[in-house]
């Protein structure tokens, strides 16, 4: 690792026979240091292109589209303000984990398809269904939070006045109660 260099280190002359840099000496060797690594260029481009970029920005904004992304993004922030920052990692840890696990080859290979022995075996497998739990719990809380927002159907099929494509009834099709299984 490099040493400081100290007032008393530094060479005789090295800043006009001054023993330590002064602040016109800094500031004349940060110009120098921005210039070098295109700093300025970039800013100048940045600031020249900044009323043009700025409109672009504001009518975006100021569009449908902008609004419901500004509200959504709101809403975005808002909840994961109220998640612990520990629990939000664990959580993203466990997705990269599963996503890194699902990816690779010897997933496929080690779950070859079950057949019907292989169903039944699953089905006791206690192991398999205690992973699978919180999975299922949180897909029951998510299921029941849209249903009491109102934005899950209950179930209805809209009608051909609402534009959807029924398909044509079958005899005993269990769709209409009151239709006539005999014929």
Known sequence: MAKAIKPDQVPAGAFGGKTAPDAHDELERLIENLHRRQVFRTLNVFLEALPETSRLFAEELDSD?????????YLLLRLLGRVPPEELQRWI???AR???AA???EASEAYPPPG??????LLHDEALWRSLGPLLEGLKAFSGG????GTVSTGSRPGPETGADV???RAGSG???LEDSSG
């Open 65 to 73: 589209t902008g609004v419901r992304g500004g509200a959504n993004l």
């Open 175 to 177: 769709r209409d109660p």
């Open 116 to 121: 019907v022995l292989g169903v039944k075996d």
């Open 103 to 105: 990816s690779r080859e």
């Open 167 to 169: 398909p044509p009834a």
């Open 93 to 95: 840890d466990a997705a």
């Open 146 to 149: 849209l249903q009491e927002s």
């Open 98 to 100: 599963g996503v890194s």
